[in-house]
């Protein structure tokens, strides 16, 4: 996409109304393709998501010599990865990406190769985002990790030794990173503190099928029992929860009504029961979920983000754009991220009341409190909102503009929304499908 259409002219005032789909989970779909590297044989994923996260890592394994070719259903991967020690990784900086799953590559190559080279990660810009924890359980498994201009090199002078690791924080990726370099380590590894999101319970499912051993006790414990093989797997990608809250958020603030085919209960229990705290109506069927503003006022709410199964933080940034609009005051408090607030500026560019705070509002004490990190908000609405002119900073900050200046008045211009079709599939053919007035510059329909 060029500079000049990476820009979006945005009419609002429409509620956004219709049916749109949820496929794969972009937290899940990338990683369940690393997986596939550690298999003697070729797997099949289904229900992926045309993003760009999704073609990162395909260009990357491709590279590393993985053959990655469509199935026959729409939305099928076969990724054969037969021929991965005949790679040849020279162009790998290149392809690296946007992306932050480089990074979760390091032990099924280092299984494979006895090495790898990881570059610079992509990922949102949320907060310093570190991969200390990374390296660390690494080391622990007994690789050597050299950091070098152009990226990190590391070597396993001999097979991987499965170890007793405690994550400092819950970390998500950090916790993959385990999962997908334990199961071909020699001997157990048990895993405390680990996260477990449903999309790292899905990558569970994976490798099982694959032939590995892993349990999860209820206290954040996961033991897994190294194996010395494992096979391809045959496996339907968990939908998009964040990607479905994207858009309940957006039938609320446009006071809509939206089906989202493809959303899934079990993995949206917390955020159902926060959409209906601030007043939006939801029906669940086999199928999906049904979200609606149901009129009248919608209510303030206090709301803390955490780990799984905490109201996750990648639903924050579109549902406080919901929140300018319910009456009274709401508190935010973002305990995973200490720089995922920044948005909100251009919110009270468009007429919304923002404050942010360096304290831990409205809950718990965090890692963040008292270290001077705006990581709390008191919303206070309801408050009319004008069409700006938006830079969209991040991916889930993106589409929060996107919902602001579809339930504002006025037109705004939202720059650099390529950056959106990272993580969310046709973003501008579903906005269409709903009736969302958008168009290219220059009058384009999109
Ligand atoms: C591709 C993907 O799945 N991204 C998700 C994943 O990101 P990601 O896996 O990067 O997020 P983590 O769960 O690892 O990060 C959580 C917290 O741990 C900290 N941390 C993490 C690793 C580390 O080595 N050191 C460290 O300090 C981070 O700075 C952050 O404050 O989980 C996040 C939390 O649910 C989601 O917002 C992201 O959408
Ligand atoms: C923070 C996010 O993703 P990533 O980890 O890929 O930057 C997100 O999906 O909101």
Redesign the pocket.
């Known amino acids: 996409m060029t500079g000049t259409e990476d820009v979006l002219l945005v009419h609002g005032g429409t509620p956004l109304e219709g049916e749109i789909r949820v496929r794969g989970a972009?937290?899940?779909v990338?990683?369940a393709m690393v997986a596939a590297l550690l298999g003697s044989g070729p797997s099949r994923l289904r229900n992926v998501p045309d993003i760009r996260?999704v073609r990162v890592v395909r260009g990357l394994l491709q590279l590393h010599g993985v053959t990655v070719r469509p199935g026959e259903e729409p939305g099928e991967l076969i990724l054969d990865p037969s021929h991965v020690e005949s790679a040849n990784v020279a162009d790998i900086d290149a392809h690296a990406g946007s992306?932050?799953?480089p990074i979760l590559f390091c032990g099924p190559l280092l299984h494979r190769l006895g090495h790898a080279f990881i570059p610079g990660l992509g990922?949102?810009d949320?907060?310093?985002?570190?991969?200390?924890?990374?390296?660390?359980v690494l080391r622990q498994f007994g690789a050597t990790i050299e950091k070098r201009a152009d990226g990190q090199y590391l070597e396993a002078p001999q097979r991987l030794r499965g170890c007793k690791i405690r994550l400092?924080?819950?970390?998500?990726?950090?916790?993959?990173q385990v999962l997908l370099t334990a199961v071909l380590a020699e001997g157990v590894t048990e895993l405390s503190n680990a996260?477990v999101?449903p999309?790292i319970e899905d990558l569970i499912c994976v490798l099982q099928k694959m032939g590995a051993i892993i349990s999860m006790d209820t206290d954040r414990t996961i033991r897994i029992t190294g194996v010395d093989s494992l096979g391809g797997y045959n496996h339907r990608a968990l939908p998009d929860r964040?990607e479905a809250a994207s858009w309940a958020s957006a039938a609320l603030a446009t006071e809509g009504n939206i089906y989202v085919r493809g959303a899934q209960q079990r993995s949206m229990m917390t955020f159902l029961n926060t959409y209906r705290r601030v007043g939006g109506a939801f029906e669940i069927d086999d199928e999906g979920i049904r979200f609606w503003h149901p009129g009248g006022p919608l209510n303030a709410i206090a709301l803390e983000t955490d780990?799984?199964p905490g109201f996750?933080?990648?639903w924050q940034q579109p549902l406080v754009v919901a929140l300018t609009q319910a009456s009274g005051l709401s508190i935010v408090h973002e305990t995973?991220?200490?720089s995922r607030l920044g948005f909100t500026s251009a919110l009270n560019q468009m007429g919304a009341h923002i404050q942010l705070y360096r304290e831990c509002l409205g809950g718990s004490d965090c890692?963040f409190g008292q270290r001077n990190f705006l990581h709390s908000a008191v919303v206070s609405g309801p408050t009319k909102l004008q069409g700006a002119d938006l830079v969209i900073p991040d991916?889930r900050g993106g589409f929060s503009y996107l919902i602001a200046a579809l339930a504002a008045q006025g037109t705004s211009r939202v720059h650099g929304i390529d950056l959106i079709n990272r993580?969310y599939e046709n973003f501008m053919e579903k906005l269409v499908e709903l009736g969302a007035k958008v168009e290219l510059p220059g009058g384009a329909l999109v």
């Open positions: 972009k937290n899940l990338p990683k996260d992306s932050r799953i990922g949102c949320i907060g310093g985002r570190p991969i200390d924890f990374h390296f660390e400092p924080y819950p970390s998500v990726g950090s916790t993959e996260a999101e999309e964040l780990v799984h996750q933080t990648d995973v991220y200490e890692r991916l993580g």
